[in-house]
């Protein structure tokens, strides 16, 4: 498979919910100090791939993804910190099945939603 841009610009949050439902996970970590979340999709992209998506992501959607790679699979996924992840559930969260909430920050931090007012992180 290979991704364009072009087939890019024909998600909607809907369709990014259902991709993200299929190949996405969140990693959990929590210290005595914070408890942050990490969305990650295993998108199987090549390195160019993964640039196309990280500028569709940051046009289109306002949010910052960064590109990790999986030596498992030779190939990269997506990943959004803490605060991106905020922003990645707000665009899909409604369109996440309830058997898959689990994959959202909010399940294990329900005020994550509550730090985002209008496009200020506080």
């Known amino acids: 498979k290979t991704i364009s841009r072009f087939i890019l610009n024909k998600l909607n949050p809907e369709a990014i919910a259902i991709w993200y439902m299929d190949d996405g996970g969140v990693s959990k970590k929590k210290n005595k100090y914070c408890f942050s979340v990490e969305m990650r999709i295993s998108t199987y992209f090549s390195e160019d791939e993964a640039d196309v998506f990280i500028e569709y992501f940051r046009e289109v959607w306002g949010i910052e993804a ?34 898959m909430q689990y994959k959202l920050p909010s399940y294990y931090n329900p005020r994550a939603l509550d730090t985002l007012i209008g496009d200020d992180i506080v």
């Open 66 to 99: 960064k590109k990790r790679f999986s030596k498992k699979t030779q190939t990269f996924y997506m990943a959004f910190n803490n605060t991106e992840s905020v922003k990645l559930e707000l665009l899909i969260g409604k369109y996440i099945i309830p058997s």
